[in-house]
């Protein structure tokens, strides 16, 4: 039962109560959003250089080059 006034049974008027429910809506995604990027910059931050990878260090790459140009005195075995 609202009035003619615009105002509903307890004499509050709604319209403000709706556009503080929307403003508090809007904030809490945004609050969440934000949380949820700086969570991922922790993550990839704290992550960075972890994976594994199978190259020589600078320094055993020159031994290594240099060692493939020796010629091999075994004997070369072919595989058909």
Known sequence: PRS????D???LNPAPLSAFSL?????LVFLTL????????????RNKGSYLTYEQPAAE???SVQMEDAPSKEKEEYFI
């Open 4 to 7: 003619s006034s615009g105002t």
């Open 9 to 11: 049974h307890l004499g």
């Open 23 to 27: 403003v508090v809506v809007i904030t």
């Open 34 to 45: 934000l949380t949820v990027l700086v969570v991922i910059i922790i993550y990839l931050y």
């Open 61 to 63: 790459a020159n031994m």
